[in-house]
């Protein structure tokens, strides 16, 4: 997902400590409804920042930047999981 955002110019990194509770509590818990329900849906998380007129002194991104950033994240998840495990290439 990273390299497709940088590739269009749009800045992201993976970060590992915004608000790590409830990230990570909303991630698994929708991970533990979709493994209990067994419909074959997927999930993830994504974290944006705050819009430009939120804030000063945090990072922010211009809201149609995200929802171009967003697409992007969905349609590399989506050909990720198409591919079948076996054949995934993961990077270091």
Avoid: K
């Avoid at 329900?37 to 920042?49: E, Y």
């Avoid at 990072?59 to 349609?75: F, T």
Wanted: glycine letters at 4%; aromatic letters at 8%; one cysteine or more.
């Amino acid at each position: 997902i990273l390299r497709e955002l940088w590739q269009e110019d749009i800045p992201a990194e993976v970060s590992l400590s915004a608000d790590t509770y409830t990230c990570n509590h909303t991630f698994y818990s929708l991970m533990h409804e979709l493994a209990m329900n067994n419909t074959g849906a997927i999930g993830g998380f994504v974290h944006v920042p705050y819009l430009p007129e939120q804030t000063e002194d945090w990072p922010s991104l211009p809201l149609a930047m995200m929802v171009d950033a967003l697409a992007i994240a969905v349609q590399v998840s989506l050909a990720e999981v198409a591919v079948p495990a076996s054949q995934r290439q993961t990077e270091a």
